[in-house]
């Protein structure tokens, strides 16, 4: 038996036993449920430590120490309002003395 009389043989017999298969019961539609949503929890905010007046600085009003370098990179700005920051960088870099 070659190739096209074998599928012709299988359909002839396909056609044949579709009426004899059982009934498929009929399929039901799902019901449409609405999505759950979930809450993000809110994490509280971590309070800031304070430290004690006995403990570190006895003054709580102390200055924060300057950075010379800011210092100098302010003055060569204010000398030359029309520069850009990064042209001020460069520019009190070639002044600026560490010490």
Known sequence: MNATQMTASMTASSTSNVDDLPNKPPVLEREKTEKVVKEKKVRAKKQPVMKDSSEGS????EKKRENKWLNEV???RDANPTCSYKDALKGA???YKRE
């Open 93 to 95: 870099k070639e002044h």
């Open 58 to 61: 006895s003054d709580s009003t």
């Open 74 to 76: 302010r003055k060569y």
